[in-house]
């Protein structure tokens, strides 16, 4: 018998896993036809196909079930960009594009969860807990922009501030995704990369290219 227990207590684990991402992408999608008020732990266990005793046997309460659908969202969104960086080149430039770019993987900006994170941030302002999961992502992201962004300005000799033209990128891919959350006949995937492709250019000549003819570094 103590030969195949690991094997069911590891089947067990996985099947608790299994069952609480179910209910996680259930709540993304209940969030995205309904908003956050709307959503309940009824709505997200039919949209499951579960019983409403699993919703409340793994997260007990809708706050909880809310809080961890936000940090699903939120590692989701980090791994993303943290594995464009990973796979770009050496260069600062494509480093910097390939982070930009990343936010715009379908993966991760398909309408449903935008929707999910429109609801968040509607509501973030009035509870400490949801700004806690997403500030320390969000301020290693700029971080990181920013410092790619002194390198190329270093690198290519612009009279720029580093600061500025980071805190200019932020407010376009913020503007990009709110566009994309809210607008009747949102643009293209690929018009938001060339978009963000248009800025590049603007503020880096030397290393990006005009919109629409493909991106390269130095």
Known sequence: MAIFEPTTVIGRKASKEVRRQQLIEATIDVMARKGYSGTTMFDVAKAAGLSSGIVNFHFETKERLLVETLKYLAEEYRANWHKALNAAGAGPAEQLVALLFSDFNPDICSPRKL??????????????TYLEHCG??????SAIVLDLCGKIIKKGRYPLSPELIARALDAVLE???LDLMTMAKPYSLDD???TIAACLH???PKHYPPAGEGIRSN
């Not at 999910?116 to 509870?127: I, K, L, T």
């Not at 320390?136 to 992201?141: K, L, Q, R």
């Open 175 to 177: 503007g990009l995704w």
């Open 136 to 141: 320390s992502n969000d301020e290693e992201y």
């Open 202 to 204: 603007a503020f880096f």
């Open 115 to 128: 929707s999910a994170w429109c609801a968040f941030w509607a509501e973030a302002q009035s509870r400490p």
């Open 192 to 194: 938001a990369k060339q």
